[in-house]
């Protein structure tokens, strides 16, 4: 029923206070988001929704009409995909709390699950430049697409490095994507959209990018990556976060060594002092996740993946029977995360195939 009523979940998604979590319950709830749309204040606060959104909820009702609303949407050109929709990205399922509504601007490709997110300072140095558009142009040259946040700074050179090289680059907005954030890019947003990859956001097509949306941002830049990649930052600098999100999401995290007299050394030398690897060229990012410098994965044996412990260990155990998520998670004493980030990252190299519903079995 989602999908006969996208309309009405874009509608619903427009609501400040109804966040991914809250929606997707209510989905569950009433399993047609017309229903959530039509649903009393009465009913929703009986499921846990505080008043006032519900209040808004009501309001809104009064004056949106959400198929005109999907309409305008259309209209300007965006597209979108739901956590529901087969072309959503894998990686980001896998996340907790994904976004249920992505729009989108360009395209996306299927060789954009082999993603490595570059993140860093706004303020960037000499310094940070030179590394940064070095190890996004040997990312680049081995087929690995670039996950940024269209950020001044480093955000700017990972892109800008990535369509130089004629590679692939997702920039994730803060806020919606009829109001592009700095305004300065957007020519380079106009650039990635061409046929270099997509702009993507969460939030309304007409969402200022507030403060306060970047760590929601955050959240989506690392989900949509193998890896976090941070070249240059101070110890508060919010690619920091990012690479905070992505260990949660158990995805691995590189960081780049800087002059120690450098302020904005000390958040890529703090990630590493926490267990980030230190890197100095992408060489050692696509030995840790299995990719060659020849665009194709780094064979060990027949399988073509250079498998690591925990992925050696998954194979062992769908030797004789398919297994579900959470038997991995029993049997292997991982974390959701670990495995999940693990079984994706196999199933794009072909090693094992989802059956759906969490299933997994062996490709043989």
């Not at 570059?118 to 430049?129: A, I, L, Q």
């Not at 002059?259 to 030398?269: F, M, R, V």
């Amino acid at each position: 029923m989602v999908k006969d009523n996208i309309p009405y979940l874009l509608a619903l998604h427009s609501i400040n206070g109804l966040g991914p979590i809250r929606l997707k319950a209510l989905l569950d709830y009433f399993e047609d988001p017309k229903k959530v749309w039509e649903a009393s204040v009465k009913e929703l606060l009986q499921l846990g929704i505080p008043k006032n959104t519900a209040s808004l909820l009501e309001e809104t009702r009064r004056h949106l009409d959400p198929e005109n609303y999907a309409q305008q949407i259309s209209n300007s050109g965006i597209k979108w995909t739901t956590l529901f929709d087969e072309n959503y990205p894998d990686l980001l399922k896998e996340i907790y709390g994904p976004p249920i509504v992505l729009y989108y601007l360009g395209d996306f490709k299927p060789e954009d699950k082999r993603a490595v997110a570059v993140v860093g300072t706004r303020k960037m140095t000499g310094y940070g430049r030179l590394v940064t558009e070095k190890l996004t142009a040997e990312l680049v040259e081995a087929g690995v697409t670039i996950v940024s946040g269209l950020a001044r700074g480093v955000d700017t050179q990972a892109h800008q490095t990535a369509i130089k090289k004629e590679g692939r680059t997702v920039a994730v907005l803060g806020g919606g994507l009829l109001k592009i954030f700095p305004p300065e890019n957007t020519q380079l947003a106009k650039q990635i959209i061409s046929g270099f990859g997509a702009l993507v956001s969460e939030f309304p097509p007409d969402a200022p990018s507030l403060p306060g949306n970047f760590p929601t941002r955050n959240r989506i830049i690392s989900g949509l990556s193998l890896a976090v990649l941070v070249t240059e930052a101070a110890q508060d600098s919010g690619s920091l976060i990012t690479a905070k999100l992505a260990l949660e999401q158990g995805r691995e995290v590189f960081a780049v060594p800087g002059p120690i007299t450098s302020e904005l050394s000390s958040g890529p030398a703090s990630l590493i002092k926490q267990g980030a690897s230190l890197v100095t060229e992408a060489g050692e990012i696509l030995e840790e996740l299995g990719i060659s410098k020849g665009k194709r994965v780094k064979g060990e044996g027949e399988s073509g993946l250079k498998l690591n412990e925990v992925e050696r260990r998954i194979l062992e155990t769908l030797a004789s029977e398919n297994k579900h998520v959470d038997e991995f998670c029993r049997e292997l004493q991982l974390q959701a995360s670990i495995v999940s980030a693990s079984l994706i990252k196999m199933e794009i190299y072909g090693l094992v195939k989802n059956l759906g519903g969490g299933i997994y079995v062996k490709v043989c």
